[in-house]
């Protein structure tokens, strides 16, 4: 089973900042990361006037892009699917699952409070936080890694997220 490990924060905490290095950092050692970035407003993918989003604008449930290196799939949904259901039905081949968001699901957690004004933190160990990413005290009980630790927290999640998953 693919691991997942939700990257949450406030609105300009730095999620994103952090999953880009943290994808850089474990793909240069050979992983294979998969991203999900949790959007509660809904979303377009495509450009208007673009083929696909004609498509889908016409009424097609299901619309996919494909070229000989990259393939998109936009499809209706009744209802949010759940983490479980996006990693077991449409992702396959990775090591490690990193979504930005999530804040409520049941899956370990790193919290990122780099660049938000607050130094509070949304989660503690009741909401499976595993870790937290802040240049600031952090009073929680879980390992605190500064924005220049990044390297360490990617042995980090490569010991406990990666290699655990292969000596199962």
């Known amino acids: 089973m693919i691991p997942i490990l939700s990257i949450v924060g406030k609105s300009d905490s730095g999620k994103t900042f952090l999953i880009e290095r943290l994808v850089a950092g474990l793909t240069s050692r050979g992983y294979r ?3 999900i970035k949790h959007d509660v407003h809904g979303f377009e993918m495509d450009r208007e006037g673009k083929d696909s989003f004609r498509h889908k604008q016409a009424g097609a449930s299901t619309a996919v892009i494909s070229s000989p290196n990259k393939i998109a799939l936009v499809c209706d949904v009744d209802e949010e699917e ?5 990693r077991d039905t449409r992702i396959r081949d990775v090591d490690l699952i990193l979504t930005e968001g999530y804040k409520r699901a049941d899956f370990p957690k790193i919290e990122v409070s780099l660049f938000a004004g607050s130094d509070r933190l949304l989660c503690g160990e009741e909401h499976r936080l595993v870790a937290v990413v802040a240049n600031h005290e952090v009073t929680q009980d879980v390992p605190v890694f500064q924005e220049v630790d990044i390297p360490r927290l990617v042995d980090w999640i490569e010991e406990r997220y990666i290699r655990d998953q292969d000596e199962q």
């Open 33 to 35: 990361i998969a991203t």
């Open 82 to 86: 759940s983490l479980e259901t996006i």
